[in-house]
Protein backbone atom coordinates (compact mmCIF):
# COMPACT_ATOMS: atom_id res chain seq x y z
CA UNK A 1 0.00 0.00 0.00
CA UNK A 2 1.05 3.68 -0.72
CA UNK A 3 -0.31 6.68 1.55
CA UNK A 4 -0.82 9.52 0.74
CA UNK A 5 -1.82 10.92 -2.12
CA UNK A 6 -2.22 11.26 -5.31
CA UNK A 7 -3.54 14.99 -4.79
CA UNK A 8 -7.47 15.40 -5.24
CA UNK A 9 -6.24 17.22 -8.41
CA UNK A 10 -4.99 14.16 -10.13
CA UNK A 11 -7.91 11.56 -9.86
CA UNK A 12 -8.13 10.24 -12.94
CA UNK A 13 -7.61 6.70 -14.60
CA UNK A 14 -4.03 7.78 -15.76
CA UNK A 15 -3.04 8.60 -12.05
CA UNK A 16 -4.38 5.13 -10.83
CA UNK A 17 -2.54 3.31 -13.77
CA UNK A 18 0.82 5.09 -12.73
CA UNK A 19 0.22 3.38 -8.62
CA UNK A 20 -0.33 0.24 -10.61
CA UNK A 21 2.36 0.16 -12.65
CA UNK A 22 4.82 1.22 -9.63
CA UNK A 23 3.54 -2.16 -8.22
CA UNK A 24 0.87 -1.29 -5.67
CA UNK A 25 -2.83 -2.63 -5.27
CA UNK A 26 -3.67 -0.58 -2.45
CA UNK A 27 -4.05 3.25 -1.95
CA UNK A 28 -4.82 5.49 0.71
CA UNK A 29 -5.22 9.29 0.67
CA UNK A 30 -6.14 12.05 3.39
CA UNK A 31 -9.30 13.73 1.13
CA UNK A 32 -11.84 12.97 4.29
CA UNK A 33 -15.01 14.46 1.68
CA UNK A 34 -17.36 11.66 0.75
CA UNK A 35 -17.69 13.24 -2.64
CA UNK A 36 -13.85 13.40 -2.98
CA UNK A 37 -13.74 9.76 -2.30
CA UNK A 38 -16.51 8.87 -4.67
CA UNK A 39 -14.75 10.58 -7.55
CA UNK A 40 -11.70 8.11 -6.93
CA UNK A 41 -13.12 4.92 -6.46
CA UNK A 42 -14.28 5.03 -10.23
CA UNK A 43 -10.77 5.57 -11.90
CA UNK A 44 -9.22 3.54 -8.98
CA UNK A 45 -11.12 0.33 -9.62
CA UNK A 46 -10.77 0.58 -13.78
CA UNK A 47 -6.77 0.34 -13.10
CA UNK A 48 -7.03 -2.57 -10.57
CA UNK A 49 -6.21 -0.01 -7.35
CA UNK A 50 -8.34 -0.79 -4.19
CA UNK A 51 -8.42 2.44 -2.06
CA UNK A 52 -8.59 2.48 2.01
CA UNK A 53 -10.98 5.59 2.66
CA UNK A 54 -10.56 7.84 4.91
CA UNK A 55 -13.46 9.94 5.47
CA UNK A 56 -13.52 12.78 7.97
CA UNK A 57 -16.95 11.54 9.94
CA UNK A 58 -15.15 9.13 11.32
CA UNK A 59 -12.47 10.78 12.62
CA UNK A 60 -15.03 12.91 14.01
CA UNK A 61 -16.76 10.10 15.77
CA UNK A 62 -13.39 8.78 17.72
CA UNK A 63 -13.19 12.46 19.17
CA UNK A 64 -16.83 12.70 20.00
CA UNK A 65 -17.91 9.95 22.25
CA UNK A 66 -21.29 11.57 22.02
CA UNK A 67 -22.36 10.89 18.51
CA UNK A 68 -24.04 7.83 17.89
CA UNK A 69 -22.15 4.91 16.78
CA UNK A 70 -25.36 4.63 14.44
CA UNK A 71 -23.67 7.81 12.74
CA UNK A 72 -21.40 5.31 10.87
CA UNK A 73 -24.35 3.60 9.19
CA UNK A 74 -24.71 6.87 5.93
CA UNK A 75 -20.88 6.01 6.03
CA UNK A 76 -20.82 1.86 5.59
CA UNK A 77 -23.59 2.64 3.10
CA UNK A 78 -22.17 5.47 0.69
CA UNK A 79 -18.84 3.46 0.46
CA UNK A 80 -19.37 -0.51 1.11
CA UNK A 81 -20.76 -1.79 -2.56
CA UNK A 82 -17.96 -0.50 -4.51
CA UNK A 83 -15.40 -2.70 -5.89
CA UNK A 84 -12.59 -0.46 -5.53
CA UNK A 85 -13.37 -0.15 -1.60
CA UNK A 86 -10.91 -1.76 0.63
CA UNK A 87 -11.67 -0.75 3.58
CA UNK A 88 -12.33 2.13 6.31
CA UNK A 89 -9.01 4.20 7.49
CA UNK A 90 -9.74 5.11 11.28
CA UNK A 91 -7.24 7.33 12.97
CA UNK A 92 -3.48 7.20 12.61
CA UNK A 93 -0.62 7.06 15.32
CA UNK A 94 -3.47 7.32 18.96
CA UNK A 95 -3.25 7.78 21.88
CA UNK A 96 -3.93 4.94 24.38
CA UNK A 97 -6.36 7.15 25.75
CA UNK A 98 -8.46 6.70 22.28
CA UNK A 99 -8.44 2.87 22.14
CA UNK A 100 -11.92 2.47 24.14
CA UNK A 101 -13.52 4.30 21.44
CA UNK A 102 -11.99 3.13 18.27
CA UNK A 103 -12.49 -0.51 19.66
CA UNK A 104 -16.40 0.43 19.81
CA UNK A 105 -15.51 1.59 16.25
CA UNK A 106 -14.04 -1.40 15.06
CA UNK A 107 -16.70 -3.58 16.42
CA UNK A 108 -19.55 -1.65 14.93
CA UNK A 109 -17.86 -1.95 11.69
CA UNK A 110 -16.92 -5.41 12.11
CA UNK A 111 -20.59 -6.12 12.45
CA UNK A 112 -22.22 -3.71 9.67
CA UNK A 113 -19.74 -4.74 7.07
CA UNK A 114 -17.30 -7.86 7.85
CA UNK A 115 -16.38 -7.74 4.29
CA UNK A 116 -14.24 -4.32 4.72
CA UNK A 117 -11.65 -4.22 7.57
CA UNK A 118 -11.23 -1.18 9.82
CA UNK A 119 -7.38 0.27 9.86
CA UNK A 120 -5.44 1.74 12.29
CA UNK A 121 -1.34 2.96 12.38
CA UNK A 122 0.56 2.51 15.42
CA UNK A 123 3.58 4.77 16.54
CA UNK A 124 6.97 3.98 16.39
CA UNK A 125 9.40 2.89 19.78
CA UNK A 126 10.65 6.66 19.51
CA UNK A 127 6.84 7.81 20.33
CA UNK A 128 6.94 9.28 23.64
CA UNK A 129 5.17 8.16 27.06
CA UNK A 130 3.19 11.62 26.33
CA UNK A 131 2.20 10.53 22.60
CA UNK A 132 1.71 6.97 23.90
CA UNK A 133 -0.68 7.53 26.53
CA UNK A 134 1.28 4.82 28.32
CA UNK A 135 4.27 4.46 30.52
CA UNK A 136 6.18 2.28 27.48
CA UNK A 137 5.67 1.11 23.99
CA UNK A 138 5.02 -2.61 24.95
CA UNK A 139 2.11 -1.19 27.01
CA UNK A 140 0.83 1.06 24.04
CA UNK A 141 0.89 -1.80 21.73
CA UNK A 142 -0.46 -4.81 23.84
CA UNK A 143 -3.06 -2.34 24.83
CA UNK A 144 -3.99 -1.57 21.45
CA UNK A 145 -4.49 -5.33 20.58
CA UNK A 146 -6.59 -5.82 23.63
CA UNK A 147 -9.07 -3.64 23.88
CA UNK A 148 -9.25 -2.86 19.75
CA UNK A 149 -9.11 -6.64 18.45
CA UNK A 150 -8.01 -5.72 14.69
CA UNK A 151 -7.60 -8.20 11.91
CA UNK A 152 -4.09 -6.73 11.53
CA UNK A 153 -1.23 -4.84 13.36
CA UNK A 154 -0.05 -1.66 11.54
CA UNK A 155 3.03 0.54 12.88
CA UNK A 156 5.35 3.13 11.45
CA UNK A 157 9.03 3.58 11.90
CA UNK A 158 11.28 5.53 9.81
CA UNK A 159 15.02 4.47 10.45
CA UNK A 160 17.43 6.34 7.91
CA UNK A 161 17.91 9.69 9.11
CA UNK A 162 20.75 11.92 8.33
CA UNK A 163 22.97 10.57 11.24
CA UNK A 164 22.93 7.10 10.19
CA UNK A 165 20.42 4.53 11.22
CA UNK A 166 18.09 4.72 14.10
CA UNK A 167 19.46 2.30 17.18
CA UNK A 168 15.77 0.90 18.12
CA UNK A 169 14.77 0.15 14.41
CA UNK A 170 15.23 -3.70 14.67
CA UNK A 171 13.94 -3.28 18.50
CA UNK A 172 10.79 -2.35 16.90
CA UNK A 173 10.46 -4.80 14.44
CA UNK A 174 11.14 -7.45 17.25
CA UNK A 175 8.42 -5.38 19.16
CA UNK A 176 6.13 -5.41 16.67
CA UNK A 177 6.41 -9.15 15.56
CA UNK A 178 6.49 -10.25 19.13
CA UNK A 179 3.04 -8.93 19.59
CA UNK A 180 1.67 -10.16 16.36
CA UNK A 181 2.34 -13.70 17.01
CA UNK A 182 1.56 -13.28 20.79
CA UNK A 183 -2.27 -12.33 19.44
CA UNK A 184 -2.13 -14.33 16.18
CA UNK A 185 -2.13 -11.57 13.80
CA UNK A 186 -0.36 -10.56 10.59
CA UNK A 187 1.93 -7.28 11.47
CA UNK A 188 2.07 -4.33 8.53
CA UNK A 189 5.37 -2.52 8.51
CA UNK A 190 6.34 0.94 6.74
CA UNK A 191 9.27 2.18 4.31
CA UNK A 192 9.53 5.73 3.72
CA UNK A 193 10.98 7.66 0.73
CA UNK A 194 9.89 11.10 0.94
CA UNK A 195 12.73 13.39 2.39
CA UNK A 196 11.80 15.80 5.26
CA UNK A 197 12.72 16.75 8.78
CA UNK A 198 15.80 14.66 9.55
CA UNK A 199 15.31 11.90 6.60
CA UNK A 200 17.75 12.29 3.35
CA UNK A 201 16.18 11.68 -0.04
CA UNK A 202 16.21 7.94 -0.53
CA UNK A 203 18.27 6.00 -2.33
CA UNK A 204 17.31 2.05 -4.25
CA UNK A 205 19.23 0.75 -1.06
CA UNK A 206 17.42 2.92 1.84
CA UNK A 207 14.28 1.41 0.11
CA UNK A 208 15.19 -1.89 0.03
CA UNK A 209 16.83 -2.19 3.21
CA UNK A 210 13.45 -1.32 4.86
CA UNK A 211 11.48 -3.88 2.62
CA UNK A 212 13.40 -7.27 3.34
CA UNK A 213 14.02 -6.19 6.82
CA UNK A 214 10.25 -5.98 6.85
CA UNK A 215 10.02 -9.39 5.23
CA UNK A 216 12.72 -10.74 7.17
CA UNK A 217 10.75 -10.73 10.02
CA UNK A 218 7.57 -11.68 8.63
CA UNK A 219 5.51 -8.70 7.79
CA UNK A 220 2.41 -9.49 5.66
CA UNK A 221 1.71 -6.06 4.50
CA UNK A 222 4.11 -3.67 3.09
CA UNK A 223 3.64 0.51 3.32
CA UNK A 224 5.67 3.59 1.99
CA UNK A 225 4.98 6.99 2.85
CA UNK A 226 4.53 8.69 0.67
CA UNK A 227 2.96 8.60 -2.54
CA UNK A 228 2.04 12.43 -3.46
CA UNK A 229 4.30 15.02 -2.38
CA UNK A 230 2.94 16.68 1.28
CA UNK A 231 1.95 20.43 1.27
CA UNK A 232 2.90 22.53 4.13
CA UNK A 233 6.04 23.92 5.50
CA UNK A 234 6.14 22.24 8.37
CA UNK A 235 8.85 19.25 8.49
CA UNK A 236 10.55 20.88 5.10
CA UNK A 237 8.61 18.12 2.69
CA UNK A 238 10.48 17.52 -0.51
CA UNK A 239 8.89 14.98 -3.67
CA UNK A 240 6.97 11.88 -2.44
CA UNK A 241 6.98 8.93 -5.33
CA UNK A 242 5.30 11.62 -7.26
CA UNK A 243 6.00 15.70 -7.65
CA UNK A 244 2.80 18.03 -6.63
CA UNK A 245 2.23 18.05 -10.62
CA UNK A 246 2.11 14.08 -10.50
CA UNK A 247 5.47 13.23 -12.07
CA UNK A 248 7.18 10.68 -11.12
CA UNK A 249 10.54 10.92 -9.25
CA UNK A 250 13.61 9.05 -9.10
CA UNK A 251 12.33 7.69 -5.61
CA UNK A 252 9.21 5.86 -7.84
CA UNK A 253 11.52 4.59 -10.28
CA UNK A 254 13.39 2.84 -7.60
CA UNK A 255 10.25 1.76 -6.07
CA UNK A 256 8.74 0.24 -9.14
CA UNK A 257 12.06 -1.78 -9.45
CA UNK A 258 11.95 -2.73 -6.26
CA UNK A 259 8.42 -3.85 -5.73
CA UNK A 260 8.81 -5.66 -9.25
CA UNK A 261 10.95 -8.18 -6.98
CA UNK A 262 8.78 -8.04 -3.89
CA UNK A 263 5.78 -9.39 -6.33
CA UNK A 264 7.94 -11.82 -7.62
CA UNK A 265 8.82 -13.74 -4.06
CA UNK A 266 5.22 -11.83 -2.38
CA UNK A 267 3.13 -15.47 -2.91
CA UNK A 268 5.66 -17.62 -1.68
CA UNK A 269 6.86 -15.33 1.36
CA UNK A 270 3.63 -14.18 2.17
CA UNK A 271 2.71 -18.22 2.58
CA UNK A 272 5.29 -18.77 5.10
CA UNK A 273 5.85 -19.46 8.78
CA UNK A 274 8.15 -16.60 10.44
CA UNK A 275 9.80 -19.10 12.93
CA UNK A 276 12.85 -17.04 14.37
CA UNK A 277 14.92 -13.75 13.01
CA UNK A 278 18.76 -13.38 14.36
CA UNK A 279 21.68 -11.25 13.18
CA UNK A 280 25.18 -11.25 12.93
CA UNK A 281 27.50 -8.94 14.52
CA UNK A 282 26.78 -6.52 15.22
CA UNK A 283 24.10 -7.04 16.97
CA UNK A 284 21.42 -4.25 17.15
CA UNK A 285 19.53 -3.27 20.62
CA UNK A 286 17.66 -6.05 21.46
CA UNK A 287 18.19 -8.32 18.79
CA UNK A 288 19.00 -12.07 18.88
CA UNK A 289 22.87 -13.40 17.89
CA UNK A 290 22.82 -16.73 15.91
CA UNK A 291 23.34 -19.67 17.91
CA UNK A 292 26.68 -21.64 17.42
CA UNK A 293 24.30 -24.71 17.23
CA UNK A 294 22.06 -23.00 14.85
CA UNK A 295 20.88 -23.77 11.11
CA UNK A 296 23.59 -20.17 10.38
CA UNK A 297 25.90 -20.85 12.88
CA UNK A 298 28.08 -17.74 12.34
CA UNK A 299 28.32 -14.75 9.38
CA UNK A 300 31.38 -12.73 8.68
CA UNK A 301 32.13 -9.40 7.16
CA UNK A 302 28.23 -8.50 6.59
CA UNK A 303 25.71 -6.76 9.03
CA UNK A 304 23.28 -9.10 8.29
CA UNK A 305 19.28 -10.01 9.46
CA UNK A 306 18.61 -13.47 8.94
CA UNK A 307 15.23 -14.53 9.21
CA UNK A 308 14.17 -17.90 9.20
CA UNK A 309 11.02 -19.12 7.96
CA UNK A 310 8.93 -22.57 7.69
CA UNK A 311 6.46 -24.08 4.65
CA UNK A 312 4.81 -27.19 3.85
CA UNK A 313 7.29 -29.34 6.01
CA UNK A 314 10.59 -27.02 4.19
CA UNK A 315 13.18 -24.63 5.83
CA UNK A 316 13.67 -21.20 3.66
CA UNK A 317 16.12 -17.95 5.18
CA UNK A 318 16.08 -14.70 3.96
CA UNK A 319 19.41 -12.69 4.66
CA UNK A 320 19.27 -9.05 4.38
CA UNK A 321 22.54 -6.99 4.14
CA UNK A 322 22.20 -4.44 7.04
CA UNK A 323 24.72 -2.22 5.22
CA UNK A 324 22.39 0.62 2.90
CA UNK A 325 25.43 2.60 1.93
CA UNK A 326 27.76 -0.62 0.06
CA UNK A 327 28.01 -4.08 -1.27
CA UNK A 328 29.02 -6.80 0.76
CA UNK A 329 30.81 -10.16 0.48
CA UNK A 330 29.25 -12.72 3.50
CA UNK A 331 31.37 -15.72 4.60
CA UNK A 332 28.45 -17.81 6.30
CA UNK A 333 28.98 -20.84 8.02
CA UNK A 334 26.27 -23.22 7.82
CA UNK A 335 24.99 -25.93 10.58
CA UNK A 336 26.62 -29.64 9.47
CA UNK A 337 22.95 -30.66 8.73
CA UNK A 338 22.83 -28.53 5.90
CA UNK A 339 22.80 -30.50 2.54
CA UNK A 340 22.47 -27.61 -0.05
CA UNK A 341 21.02 -24.47 -0.75
CA UNK A 342 18.70 -23.45 -3.73
CA UNK A 343 17.88 -19.70 -3.99
CA UNK A 344 14.66 -18.64 -5.02
CA UNK A 345 15.19 -15.80 -6.87
CA UNK A 346 13.56 -12.00 -7.05
CA UNK A 347 14.32 -11.40 -10.35
CA UNK A 348 14.65 -13.41 -14.23
CA UNK A 349 18.60 -14.62 -12.82
CA UNK A 350 19.12 -17.79 -12.60
CA UNK A 351 19.13 -19.45 -9.23
CA UNK A 352 22.13 -20.19 -7.56
CA UNK A 353 22.79 -23.37 -5.52
CA UNK A 354 25.22 -24.42 -3.36
CA UNK A 355 26.30 -27.60 -2.29
CA UNK A 356 28.95 -29.26 -0.32
CA UNK A 357 30.09 -32.91 -0.02
CA UNK A 358 29.42 -35.50 2.77
CA UNK A 359 32.58 -35.26 4.22
CA UNK A 360 33.43 -31.61 4.37
CA UNK A 361 32.80 -30.74 8.57
CA UNK A 362 32.55 -27.12 7.77
CA UNK A 363 30.03 -26.04 5.35
CA UNK A 364 30.62 -22.32 4.67
CA UNK A 365 29.42 -20.42 1.60
CA UNK A 366 30.43 -16.93 0.37
CA UNK A 367 27.13 -14.56 -0.63
CA UNK A 368 27.26 -11.71 -2.28
CA UNK A 369 25.30 -8.32 -1.74
CA UNK A 370 23.69 -5.07 -2.53
CA UNK A 371 23.72 -2.54 -0.24
CA UNK A 372 20.31 -3.08 1.58
CA UNK A 373 19.21 -5.94 -0.62
CA UNK A 374 17.91 -9.41 0.52
CA UNK A 375 18.79 -13.17 -0.96
CA UNK A 376 16.51 -16.11 -0.09
CA UNK A 377 18.11 -19.87 -0.10
CA UNK A 378 15.52 -23.05 0.39
CA UNK A 379 17.83 -24.93 2.68
CA UNK A 380 17.86 -28.96 2.17
CA UNK A 381 18.86 -31.05 5.26
Not at 49 to 56: H, N, R, V, W, Y
Not at 67 to 77: E, G, R
Not at 134 to 162: A, C, G, N
Not at 294 to 315: E, H
Request: one cysteine or more; charged letters at 20%.
Amino acid sequence: MTWPGPDKSLLTLETYQQIAEAGFSLNMSFYGERDINLKALDPAQQAGIQLLIQDSRIAKLVEDTSLPLTSLDPIIAVYKDHPAFWGYFILDEPNAAKFDRIAEIFAYLKDKDPGHPAYVNLFPTYATPQQLGTETYEQHVESYLEKVKPTFLSYDHYPITSTGLREDYYLNLEIIRGMAEKFALPFWAFTLVTAHAVYPPPTAAHIRLQLFSDLAYGAKGLQYFTYGTPTGSDFDWKSGLIDPQGKPTLAYEFASEINQQVRQIASLVGSWKSEAVYHSDPIPKGCQPLASDGLIQKVQSCPMVIGIFSAAGDTYVMFVNRDYESDRMAMVRFSPKVKRLIEVVKDSSTPAQIRWSQDEKEKTGALKFRAGDARIFKVIL
